[in-house]
């Protein structure tokens, strides 16, 4: 069974600081890796995934994530945060197999102070 | 307007109470799927849909029902609404599976359940 691991509910950072939200996988077969954002009131709409090929990943809005296979991690960055960062932002994993079973992590609440 | 549309967007009902959730999509995607989310659960999959003909149970199926009655709608009832089942509940369309594709979320319906 796969599951996903956020680590930490609640993540602050300054305006203009590096935002660094964590993501641990764990799956017996080789993982698709997504990163969704959920800005107040909104649904969720997708910042980048993973499936194949290169391990940095580049998304919208300037965040990026690596995956890291020996580390079974995929953490989520940006250089410099921008006070419309705040939002929750949810890592998932399926298999490869293209299943329908998408499963989310707890999510993050990213918090940025001016 | 949006491409994922959930009614209503908000709702207080009490218990015992039949309700039902409807959402309706304009991506053209053959699949739509229910999830609710719980403060520090993240998401997790109620129902989904591959077409008109054929629904599938997801991981707390429990309680809920659902009615595909067009390509585009999807709707979620809950029989005899319970306090547990308050929650913010999200529709979702996608081109294939979750597990690879991108999903197209709509912006919640919240149900409480007094």
């Known amino acids: 069974a796969q599951s996903v691991t956020q680590l930490g509910s609640h993540v602050s950072v300054s305006e203009g600081a590096l935002v660094l939200l964590r993501c641990n996988y764990s799956?017996?077969?080789?993982?698709?890796l997504f990163w969704y954002v959920q800005y107040p009131n909104q649904g969720l709409q997708l910042l980048l995934k993973?499936?194949?090929?290169?391990?940095l990943v580049k998304g919208i809005n300037g965040f990026e994530a690596e995956f890291k296979k020996s580390e079974t991690s995929f953490h989520l960055t940006k250089p410099s945060a921008h006070m419309s960062d705040a939002a929750e932002y949810f890592c998932?994993?399926?298999?490869?197999?293209?299943?329908?079973?998408?499963?989310f992590g707890k999510g993050t609440k990213l918090t940025v102070n001016p | 307007d949006a491409d994922v549309t959930q009614t209503p967007r908000n709702r207080i009902t009490k218990t015992g109470k039949r309700i039902m959730l409807e959402c309706s999509q304009t991506k053209g995607h053959d699949r739509m799927y229910w999830y609710r989310q719980d403060p520090g659960l993240g998401l997790r999959l109620i129902y989904y849909?591959?077409?008109?003909?054929?629904?599938n149970k997801g991981e707390i199926s429990d309680g809920y029902s659902v009615s595909r009655q067009a390509q585009a709608k999807f709707s979620l009832s809950l029989e005899s609404a319970i306090p547990n089942q308050t929650a913010l509940y999200f529709c979702a369309t996608s081109d294939g599976g979750l597990g690879r594709t991108e999903a197209f979320f709509g912006q919640g319906t919240r149900l409480t359940v007094v």
């Open positions: 799956s017996s077969v080789p993982p698709y």
């Open positions: 998932a994993v399926s298999d490869q197999g293209g299943s329908e079973k998408l499963v």
């Open positions: 993973y499936t194949t090929g290169a391990t």
């Open positions: 849909s591959f077409d008109v003909k054929d629904i």
